[in-house]
């Protein structure tokens, strides 16, 4: 067991003994072993061994990844997103299949009289994961987090910011008002 | 494969057609991470074989109801090129194929922490460029080399090999006439940190005592099969 030392899935790390299996290590008949392609760090604080990957790993959804995805539905309590990308990675697919939910409590800092004045059908969205037990929580609290990009309801358009979260249609004038992110892509 | 079967495929000094002893292998190249858009891939040469291996997910699988709740699903295709062996290969999926598929999904699976991937889908596609025997061992080792090239968490690499019977010798790796004009043929796969096989299989005849000495053969080759696949890994990822 020596820190730095490169490992391939299965290389003898140390002991179960000595010390506890990490991220990227498992334990297999009190033998701590690697489990992925990279190199050993040691944490002699917490005793616990450590493989940090020098290959890219799948995106793996954990609670506080942030995610973007497109709204699919809006109810009365919840919006349901469907999950496109995780740690704002476009280059590989996220290790998870499905949609999550925005909870009406944890879509910002303030009382929500109506969803819909929120989020809309087809918003890109960027959230926050919080539970990753099906089905799949996430939060818009904060303020990177929110409407990426919007519609306009009446004609499709990508809507433009005005001015904190109200927007406006270029092509008919139509405005609408949404949970905006810090990020917004389109500023009047 | 010559139109009539070779006088002899072992020699009087016990040397073989292509002038290997019985218990030496094919030349073996392995490369890690040769494809740009897989999440894993890896490219294999085994004497005249070509294969290359890709990787993709962990990632939605679709219809949902072939998901499952607690691990991801290995799926599996085997392919060979048309142009692969002498005469051309009607395209797609054969009983053969298909049946090569389901085994090396089943020798690769036992090595992944599925269970570390719920609700996903990991894609292995294996393309034959170019066949010479001993195709289906060779695709196992390129993909677990691409699997670990995806960074998906695995127990152990899976390495694959082959024996055989030859003229009444047993032998390892055999090659293409060995392999169409000897009497077995023995595939094996196994996790070589623990000794696990995962695949073997028997075409053929063999005595018991054949069997196991083939066996033992097949777990030798393995070995150096497990070898060149680090030595893949590590050229690709070792040093900074």
Known sequence: MEPGKFVLPGDKITLAEAFYPGPGTYEDNGIVRAAVTGVVEVD???????????????????????????????????????????????DREPAASGVGGIHI??????????????????????????????????????????????????????LERIKGRKLRCPACGHTETRKVAAGYLREA | MPEEEPERLISEDGLRLDGRKPDEMRPLKIKAGVLKRADGSAYVELGANRIVAAVYGPRELHPRHKQKPDRAVVRF??????????????????????????????ALEPAIFTEYYPRTAIDIFVEVLQADAGTRCAGITAASVALADAGIEMRDLVAACAAGKVDGHI????????????????????????????????????????????VKLAKKGCKIVYKEQRRALKRKYGEE
């Open chain 1, 44 to 90: 002699l604080e917490n005793r616990e061994v450590r493989v940090k990957p020098t290959v890219d790993t799948p995106p793996k959804l954990r609670e506080g990844v942030p995610i973007i995805g497109r709204v699919q539905t809006v109810k009365d309590q919840v919006v349901l997103v469907r999950i496109d990308f995780a740690h704002d990675r476009t």
């Open chain 2, 171 to 214: 032998v390892l790796d055999p090659m293409y006439y060995e392999d169409g004009y000897g009497e077995a043929d023995v595939p094996l796969a196994m996790m070589p940190k623990e000794g696990e096989i995962t695949l073997l299989q028997m075409d053929g005849d063999m005595t018991p005592e054949e069997f196991k000495k083939a």
């Open chain 2, 77 to 106: 295709r085997y392919n060979m090129a048309p142009f692969s062996v002498d005469e051309r290969k009607r395209p797609g999926p054969d009983r053969r194929s298909i049946e090569i598929s389901k085994l090396s999904k089943e």
């Open chain 1, 105 to 158: 409590s944890r879509v910002r800092d303030a009382y929500v009289e109506d969803l819909a004045d929120e989020f809309q059908p087809g918003d890109i969205v960027r959230a926050k994961v919080i539970s990753v037990k099906t089905p799949i929580q996430l939060s818009t609290m904060g303020e990177e987090y929110g409407v990426i990009l919007a519609y306009c309801s009446r004609c499709r358009s990508e």
